[in-house]
Structure formats: structure tokens, C-alpha cells
């Protein structure tokens, strides 16, 4: 049963992932493309973390998943907003 | 003059120490970039925050937390629906927001969250205000990112 949530879980953390990329591409410019990147693979990442936990069903792998999470959203945050001020700064984008 | 072992620092210690045992499963040869990793890391913090601590709130961060994975939801659900719509369903455009979060961690967290919200990311960050990338600006976010502001206000208590 655990198993099968988790699946689920990770099932549905992909296609975020998947709309993550598809969004690169479709989208008009630099910084709507960061959108769909931060969003859409933070939330991927998160669903795939909570799967892979119910998967290994182990408390201590769980806290380690959250962290990576947690330490992941920062970095990307982080990474994204500098990514668009620079391409604001050089002009682009108006 | 703050004291080499000030109550901020060692608690910054401990805390790191024990991210770093629990990410490397506590394995002995990883603290030979552990150790370099995070003396850079405090030094570098200090460098940028200050050695001052700023003051927590429980409450404020156990509000923050629910509000903060509903957020990141709704984030990802509302770009993956507009990526995924026949035509893209956006419209770009910069926006500016008022923000009056002094301490340095609050604006951080804000802008940080900021880009996790449905249709906002964070351009550059001024005194005053927040300059801002909306994925639709037919949306409004004003509301959205004042209910942001209040929530990380709460955390560091700036607003209560």
C-alpha cells in the first residue's frame, strides 16, 4: 500500500518535471522560462522526495530527503533570481 | 568586540556540524571537505548577515510552513497548466512592490519565496520595494505577496 502511494507520488512529481522542460521550451522569454523551472521542478522534486520516502519507509532517509529539498529550493531560488536580474540588468526582457 | 565563542556562533556550530553528520551518514573521510565547508560557510554568513542574531519566531515559522507547501503547490500546478494549454496562456510583464521588511533573513525568505508563488519571481530587490517578473499581468499579486510579507514578518517578528 505505502508502495503504491509512493509510486503515485513520484508518477506525479515527473510529470511536474516534465512540464518543468516543456515550459522551457514554449515559453516566450528568458524570465517566464525561469518560471516554469523554479516552480514546476521544485514541486517535482518535492513530490518525488515524499515518494521515494514512502518507498524507503525509513525516518532517517525521510528527514535526509526533506533537507536535500529544502537545500534545493534555496539554491534554485537563489540561482533563478540571479538569472534574471543579470538579464534585466543587460537589458533584456522589456 | 563580539567574543570568538559568542552563544550565536556556537549554536551555529552545532547546528552545522549536525546537518553535515546527517547528510554524510557521519561517514569520518567526508569531514575533510566538511570541515573547510563549513568554516567558509559561517565565515562567509557573518560576512553578509552580521553577527547579530535575529529572533525566531515558533509560531510565526509553524504559520510560515503550511503556508509556505501550499504555496509551492499552487506554484507548480498554475505554471504547469499554463505550459501545457494549447497556446501558453501567459503574459509577461515587470511589476514593483512596496516592501517594508527591514532584517536582512526576512528579505531574503521573502524574495526567495517569492519566486515560488503562483506567476512571481524575484528581479531585484531595492530598499523599498521589490522589483518583480509576473508570469500574467492580468493576475493579482498584490494581495498574494502582502499575505507573504505578513507570513515571513511573523517569522522573524516584524509583524505580529
Redesign the interface.
Known amino acids: 500500500m505505502l508502495d503504491a502511494v509512493g509510486l503515485a507520488l513520484i508518477g506525479t512529481g515527473l510529470?511536474?518535471f516534465a512540464?518543468?522542460s516543456?515550459?522551457l521550451l514554449?515559453?516566450?522569454?528568458l524570465?517566464?522560462r525561469?518560471?516554469?523551472l523554479?516552480?514546476?521542478d521544485?514541486?517535482?522534486l518535492?513530490l518525488l522526495a515524499v515518494g521515494v520516502a514512502f518507498l524507503a519507509g525509513d525516518l532517517?532517509i525521510a528527514?535526509?530527503l526533506l533537507?536535500?529539498w529544502l537545500l534545493v529550493?534555496?539554491a534554485s531560488?537563489?540561482s533563478?533570481?540571479l538569472i534574471?536580474?543579470h538579464a534585466?540588468l543587460r537589458g533584456q526582457?522589456r | 568586540m563580539s567574543r570568538v565563542f559568542s552563544r550565536q556562533r556556537v549554536l551555529l556550530v552545532t547546528a552545522a556540524v549536525g546537518l553535515w553528520l546527517l547528510l554524510t551518514d557521519g561517514d569520518p573521510a567526508s569531514w575533510l571537505v566538511g570541515v573547510p565547508v563549513i568554516a567558509l560557510a559561517l565565515a562567509y554568513g557573518e560576512r553578509v548577515a552580521g553577527p547579530a542574531g535575529t529572533p525566531l519566531s515558533l509560531v510565526g515559522i509553524l504559520l510560515f510552513i503550511p503556508f509556505f507547501l501550499r504555496e509551492s503547490l499552487l506554484g507548480g500546478i498554475d505554471v504547469a497548466r499554463r505550459v501545457l494549454a494549447y497556446r501558453p496562456r501567459v503574459q509577461p510583464g515587470f511589476a514593483r512592490y512596496p516592501l517594508s521588511l527591514r532584517s536582512a533573513p526576512a528579505r531574503v525568505l521573502f524574495a526567495n519565496t517569492v519566486s515560488l508563488l503562483p506567476g512571481t519571481l524575484t528581479v531585484e530587490m531595492r530598499d523599498q520595494e521589490i522589483e518583480l517578473h509576473a508570469l500574467d499581468m492580468r493576475g493579482d499579486y498584490y494581495t498574494e505577496l502582502a499575505r507573504l510579507e505578513r507570513a515571513v514578518g511573523r517569522v522573524f517578528g516584524e509583524v505580529h
Do not use: E, Q, Y
Open positions: 510529470v511536474f512540464a518543468g516543456i515550459g514554449r515559453l516566450p522569454d524570465h517566464s525561469l518560471h516554469a523554479t516552480k514546476a521544485n514541486l517535482g518535492g532517517l528527514v535526509k533537507l536535500l529550493l534555496a531560488a537563489a533563478a533570481h534574471a536580474r534585466r526582457g
